[in-house]
Structures are given as C-alpha cells and as structure tokens.
C-alpha cells in the first residue's frame, strides 16, 4: 500500500499510541499522587516536627518552588538535547525524594526533598507533554492531552485514598509511610517508559533526518517515511528571541496567566484541604469525607471537559470554566458559615467547573508553539504558574489566620476573574487544526 499522500497527523490510532499515552500518562498520575499526598500527611508530621505556620506553608509549597525551577530549565534542556533522555529523570527523582521522606527528622530536610519532587514534577509537564503531543495524530491530540490532565486528578484522588488508609493503620508514625509511598509508583513507571523512541518531529529539526525516518517506519508502518510529515512552519527555524516578539510572545503571555489562574487556588486546596476544610466548619468525617468527593469531582469535572474540548473548542471551553468555578469560589466567600453540604456543593462546583481550565493546561502551550520551542513553552507556562501556586500556598495559613476563611475564598476567586479576562482578551481557537496550523502565526 502507498502512504506517500498519507500525513501522520490523519493516521488511525495504533498500539505505539496507546503504549505512549500510558508511559506520559503514568507521569501525570504519579505527579497527582505526589503534589496531593502532602495534604493527607501534614497535620501529622507538623505536630511530630513542631513546625509553626511559616513552615507548614513553605513545605507545602516546596515542591511548587522545585517545579518552578525544573519547569524552565527542563523546558529548554528538553528542546535542545532531546524528549528521550530526560523522559526517565522524573521518576528517578520520584524515587530519591520519597524514599528519603521516610528517613526526615527535620522541617529543612522535608522541605529539600519536597524541592527534589517538585523538580521532578516540572521535568514531566515539558519532557513527556511535548513527546506525546508530537507523535499523536490531530484528531486525537486535544482529548489524549486532556486525559492526562484527568489522570493527574486520579491520582490526587488515589493519594487521599491511600494516604488515609496509612493514616488509619500505620499510627504515629504513619506519615513516613504516606510520604514514601510514591516510590512504588514510581518504580513503576520508570520500568514502562524503557523502550521510548526519540520524537521524529524533534529529530527533524536538527537535521537527523535518517533517525527520524527510521523511527516513523517503525511507528507508523514501514510505508511511511520523512514524506508523511507535514512540513514545519517558517516561524520554527528563527531564534527563541525573535519567536517571543514576533507573536509567540503573546501567546505566552496567555499560558503563564491562564495556567496560573487555574492552578493557584487548586494548589491551596489540595495541600491544605482538612484545614480549609476545618475551616468552613467540616470536622470529623466530613472533612476526611469531603476531600476524596471534591477530589473525585475534579477528576469528574476534567472528564466532562475533556468530552466537550472538540465540541465546544478550546476557547469557548476555557471561558465558560473559568466564569463558572469563580462563581462557585465567590459563593464559598459568601457562604463560608453556611451548612456543611452547602459547603460541599459550592466546593464541589468550584470543582466540576475548573475543569476546562486544567485540561486545557497541556493543549494549549502544546498546541500553540512549534517544535523548536515547544518543550520550552510547556515548561515557561509550568513554571510561571508555580511561582503564584508556590506563593499561594504559602499564604494559605497565614490567610485563614489573619483574613479568615470567607476572604480567603474571596481571594481565591479574584485569581480566578483574573484568568476568565485573560481568556477573553487572548485565549485563541485550535480546534480542528493540525500541530503545524495551530503553531503557526500565519493563521
């Protein structure tokens, strides 16, 4: 059969695919379960640590501080030596920096593994973001990329799940356990991810050619060569510095504010949910009740957008997402004293709703910029939006001190607003496109 007119952007899905959507959407579980499961543990290990509000909030933002780190430098090492060879750091440091939790007698050590984590973490949004959106054909691209963000509620939700079943067996020393239970899951996928081949699209733009021809042959059939990938933009081949002024800029301008509005109050509620949850007068079982239902809403919620990203488009998506889950979270500032499931349906709309936003985390910075820069993108987006989700959570016992739950979720919900404007003025429409349409300016 001749494929010579068939683009790798319209092939069928195949078992490469499915094996690659596992192998980056291990990371996004593992990602979940390690960012979340802080919350599960921090009540106990700051009584056995004796840690004040100052470093409750910088351990629980310490992994925010190590993605923001990661997210950048990983971003640009990831465009410039290859996807495949930092594909395995992350759970290498998944590994070192849970198993060394267990062993913490100190809040500055906790924090610095915590950091470890986090540095992970920001490895995986460029590194296996961009080697899977470059191999995934354009109809499938949106919705894959969007599940991971789902995988990434699951394995929040798995955290909790787990963390309190720990919690529940394992007595005073139970957080140890809880904060070093990612390693397994991390082993885990370490193992899947050994046979990944390098990006043919990444290959191209360095002029391997030869590789990049081999590794189509055995991807997608070996009557597919270099002529079934369609051409990169012009745009691509210029300097990172001429991309930003020449509109890219603009473009990522959009992902570090959005990305950031969508993550920040998300943040804050998973590394302190039982306190917020306390907070708005939920104790006892409902409070440990409330934070496995809110975060299997989340995991709902992503699943819902992700059914409607190629019905509804990205933008309409991300408005509506943001419009909605700000006034769950100015309902919640309201009605902060109000009933426990009055509570539980405000936190539980907050929710469903935000997640547009979150699953469009991933489409749009991988959508929007070319191959040459965009690990770059998915990592400067990753990283920009932690320094507020870092400074956020941080904040977060100081605010509830100080401001009070009510304002708190006040303050929660102008981040919010601050992304449904962004989102108006900037947020463009990809739906339909291929990788090389939707990266183009020319458009």
């Known amino acids: 059969m001749n494929n010579n007119k068939i683009s790798i952007e319209d092939v069928p899905l195949n078992n490469f695919h499915q094996l690659m959507t596992l192998r980056a959407g291990g990371g996004w579980i593992l990602d979940g379960y390690v960012l979340s499961i802080i919350g599960v543990a921090i009540v106990q290990f700051s009584g056995y640590l004796h840690l004040t509000s100052f470093w409750q909030g910088l351990i629980a933002a310490s992994s925010m501080f190590g993605t923001f780190f990661s997210g950048f430098l990983g971003g640009l090492l990831t465009d410039k030596f290859?996807?495949?060879?930092?594909?395995?750091?992350?759970?290498?440091?998944?590994?070192?920096?849970?198993?060394?939790?267990?062993?913490?007698?100190?809040?500055?050590?906790l924090f610095f593994l915590r950091f470890l984590v986090g540095v992970g973490v920001g490895l995986e949004y460029p590194v296996a973001g961009s080697l899977l959106t470059e191999f995934l054909p354009q109809k499938n691209r949106g919705p894959r990329l969007a599940a991971l963000t789902i995988l990434w509620f699951a394995g929040a939700a798995l955290a909790y799940i787990v963390g309190n079943a720990i919690l529940a067996q394992a007595g005073d020393n139970a957080w140890r356990y809880v904060l070093a239970s990612p390693a397994v899951l991390g082993a885990l996928l370490f193992l899947i991810r050994l046979g990944t081949p390098e990006s043919p699209r990444w290959l191209v733009s360095k002029g391997r050619l030869a590789e990049a021809d081999k590794i189509i042959k055995k991807v997608y059939g070996p009557s597919f060569s270099l002529a079934n990938m369609p051409k990169e933009n012009e745009e691509a081949k210029v300097s990172l510095r001429d991309l930003m002024a020449s509109g890219y800029g603009k473009r990522m301008l959009f992902v570090a504010v959005f990305w950031s509005a969508a993550v920040v109050p998300m943040f804050a509620v998973y590394s302190f949910a039982p306190i917020v949850l306390q907070a708005l007068n939920l104790t006892g079982e409902w409070a440990s009740l409330g934070s496995v239902a809110i975060t299997v809403l989340f995991v709902i919620g992503c699943i819902i957008a992700t059914r409607l990203i190629d019905t509804l488009g990205r933008r309409r998506l991300?408005?509506?997402?943001?419009?909605w889950s700000s006034l769950a979270l100015l309902g919640l500032g309201a009605f902060s004293h109000g009933s426990p499931m009055l509570v539980l349906v405000l936190f539980g709309a907050y929710a469903?709703?935000?997640?547009?936003?979150?699953?469009?985390?991933?489409?749009?910075?991988n959508e929007l910029f070319p191959t040459e820069v965009r690990a770059f993108a998915v990592g400067m987006g990753s990283s920009l939006s932690r320094i507020g989700s870092a400074a956020g959570t941080w904040l977060v016992p100081f605010s509830l001190?100080?401001?009070?739950i009510g304002n708190t979720m006040y303050a929660a919900a102008i981040v919010s607003l601050i992304g449904l404007l962004a989102s108006l003025w900037l947020a463009p429409e990809t739906k339909g496109m291929t990788l090389e349409q939707a990266a183009s300016l020319q458009r």
Do not use: D, K
């Open 82 to 109: 290859g996807r495949q060879r930092l594909f395995f750091v992350g759970p290498i440091l998944f590994i070192i920096g849970s198993i060394g939790s267990f062993w913490t007698e100190s809040a500055a050590m």
């Open 318 to 323: 991300i408005i509506h997402s943001f419009l």
């Open 352 to 365: 469903v709703f935000i997640g547009g936003a979150q699953v469009l985390e991933l489409v749009y910075p």
């Open 401 to 404: 001190a100080s401001l009070g």
